[in-house]
């Protein structure tokens, strides 16, 4: 009777938006589910085999995947800590081996090292947040679960889609940890994060904060019943209640979406009775879907209530229904609620949409109707017909009071109600207002009124508002519920509702956002987290949370950008630079800079946030590695093409060499130059070039002067240097670089050299010993005797001395004052032979000298002045060998006599008598001059006597 054949037609509209269970088929382009009645078996399907999976730490994982999976769930770890939670080592390395093991089970995806990263990133973070209590293995179940269900739905997927599947999923499922084992969260979080990654096409214009509510609302909602039920069936309900939440696309609220996926995964699970798991799915797909088309007039609460009726119901007829019937029914009665909801009663919501739900199923089942769009019309029309009878009657139809008409129908098992009573009386609506915190309640009855408060922070509080009073109570900033009643029980309307919705907002401080080379910086001054949110005019959204009195930087792409934010827990409003919203322009990063140098990359982050460089090569294998803010590394590479980019940790493609990528080539490496071998001695520096081919190297100083040496092959070259530091480089006549002592750059150094001592020169006259020193410094002189006796002689610089000795035989030795060691005469020690000192010739009184006297007094001695004067006119005549005495005998002139004193011949007299003093001086002192002129007196007196005049010989010698 309901199968109305016009409807049929219809359902061809809709036919396209219902999605094929995951768990029934392995291809999506099947229409048909498993028919009822065939258990589990559709839970084959890969998504639902992630569940069972155990974390391992097999090394078959290729590299660049492993290591995009560690970073990411590392960085996530840096986002959880950023919001302020205390995580231990354990737990990021729980999280970091979750993640591992994900992008090992899913490998068969084809997943890129991006939307690994992405969804190791997003699971990581969602784990550890929820981390404070949970255990070790819960985090890491939460982890894998979270990046596992994200990634077995990749290939459609963007990577801002896959973070945020991953975080909620994850983070809704580990929540749940007091009641929930570890198979069930990791089971509950791949369902959360598969089923919003699933819909990545219908989920292109969703904002992050939905998609994570989606995830997330589903995996908690999954978790939520505290019966028995299996790990595929609570996968399939958080899969379904997560991708009905993102299904439409649009601009429902967050939490909305979340809170409708948590009732519909948790009606799904409500039928105590085998179910399967597609029946399981659609009911919570069907519900979540259908409560959100319509959601801008219907309160958190009522939207749960209405997604939990239309789950429940639906599954309540799965022993008759299929699961293409039981969506479509739980899609109706949720979309028929949500129409009618402002004639319905809270009370009464989600037993007029179950009752609606389980009907259309019901009925569906029972004509066999097969079309989504009829079923869909019949629960819509079951929740118009059930409002209906509610306004007329004031009860539900299906609920039997024994009076009022309705004998004959039904109650459902849970529903009873007592007989109808006398009307109540009619009672003033009590006002409820709130400002800032403080909740106002004013009542203006002639009675009492018990107010109940119940909300998400506390189960329920009750104030008692005396008659015709006010009261003023403060609370948190949440979302509460308020009814009241008499003492007697009799309910008293609150702001002319049964039960009134009341939100208490934060009191905030406003967020400052600004942007300085392209790193955003957002500063959070209150006391709670805050969600800030990014949206260019491309409509590319970024989200990020800041912790409380923290702050956090980010990154963006080039661009304006209006700027939202709003508490990350219930997502009350926050101002931005003190307007709800404000516009950001954001500048590009400074470019990376990236060199070859034969087979060395060389890569430079000039930015003040750390990069990651991805460095693909002709086969398309990626291998990334990190580069720190204003730092820079080197990659030896192997021959061949590559492509290097560059992006930030929030996947901000960053310039390489100001192009979007740098394209370069690495050719064969060429002979393998030998280093230099360079040495030093003393200030000089010596170079060899073991090569054949030339160099050139240049040597710099402290300052910053540089000279170079070009050494050719095979060959050596040396050069003086001041004192100093020094660095020598090389390179060929091309470029190449040459080592220098096996170092790129060699450092050395050129000592000070000390001055030479030059070598004293000494000389011996008689008893004279003649010292002198060229040098710039004293010299102290050491004459030893034969007897070890010692005597020093102080020599000044640049200064000769003649000391006095006895005669002997004496050793020389010399050294500066600071003990270093002159040589003498070139020698380190020099013996010499002091002799006696030479006679004087005694005054005679005789006047027969007075020529002689006479030559003294007149200070013209002949023999004793001119040895003073060290030209003595003999030794003259020996010197030049052409003494005066050969003159005599070749001129038969007595020239010796004149030369001395033409008057007084004293030294040819002298000589006559073999007395002279010179003679004897002579004979004791100067034996080599009586060796060079042994006859010159004897040929004197045998030749002269008689030319000469007579004198008066000295009687005696002189002494």
Known sequence: MRAVPSLVLAGIVVCSAFVTPVFASQSHADATVAAPGSGDSGATGEVAALARAEVSQDDDLPPQLREAAIRGARDGALLAQEQGVNVTQRQVQAAVDGAVSAARQTQRQDASVRQIQAAAKGASHGALVQSQSAAVEQVQAGAYGGAAGALVQSQNASVVQLQSAGYGAAHGAVAQHQQANVTQIQAAAIGGAAGVASESTQAQDLSVSQLQEAAQGGAYGALSQNQTVSIEQVQAAAFGAASGGVANGGDADPKKIQEASVGAAHGALFQRQAVTVEQVQAAARGACEGSLEQSQSVSIVQIQQISVGASQGAISQSQQASARQIQAAATGASRGAVTQIQTIEITQIQTIVLNAAADAADDAAQTGTDEPDVIIQQAVTNVEQNVEVTVETGDVENVTDGEDGDENITDDENVTDDQDEEP???????????????????????????????????????????????????????????????????????????????????TVESVTVSATDGVVTVENPNSLSVAVEFENETGEQRSITVGANDSRTTTLSPGEYVVTAATEERRFAVPVNGQSEATLPVEALPSATASVDGQTLNVENPTDVRLTFLLTDEANDTEQFLVLAGENDTRELDPGNYTLTAETRDDVRVPVNDESAFSFEVGAPGPTLESLNLSTDDSEVTIENPNDESVVVTVSDEAGATDTLEVDGNETVSAGLPAGNYTASAETDDGETVQVNDEDEYSFSIEEVDAEVESLTASTDDDQLTLENPNDETVVVTATDEDGEEQTIDVPADDTVTSALDPGEYTLTAETEDGEQVDVNGSESLVVQIDEAAADDDDE??????????????????????????????????????????????????????????????ETEAEDEDTPTETEAEDEDTPVEEEDTPTQPEEADAEEPDEQEPTEPPTEPAE
């Not at 007697?488 to 009341?502: I, T």
């Not at 000298?849 to 005549?877: K, R």
Request: glycine share 4%.
């Open 424 to 506: 109540p009386i009619d009672l003033e609506s009590l006002n409820v207002s709130v400002e800032n915190q403080s909740v106002s309640f004013e009542n203006a009855n002639d009675v009492a009124v018990v107010v109940t408060v119940e909300g998400d922070r506390f189960d329920e509080q009750n104030v008692t508002v005396g008659a015709n009073d006010a009261l003023t109570e403060s609370f948190p900033h949440g979302n509460y519920t308020v009814t009241a009643q008499t003492a007697d029980g009799e309910p008293v309307p609150v702001n002319g509702q049964a039960e009134f919705q009341l939100t208490v907002e934060p």
């Open 845 to 906: 009184d005789d006047e027969e000298t007075e020529t002689e006297t006479e030559a003294e007094d007149e200070d013209t001695p002949t023999e004793t002045e001119v040895e003073d004067e060290d030209t003595p006119t003999e030794t003259e005549v020996e010197d030049e060998d052409t003494p005066t005495e050969t003159e005599v005998e070749d001129e038969d002139t007595p020239t010796e006599t004149e030369v001395e004193d033409e008057d007084t011949p004293t």
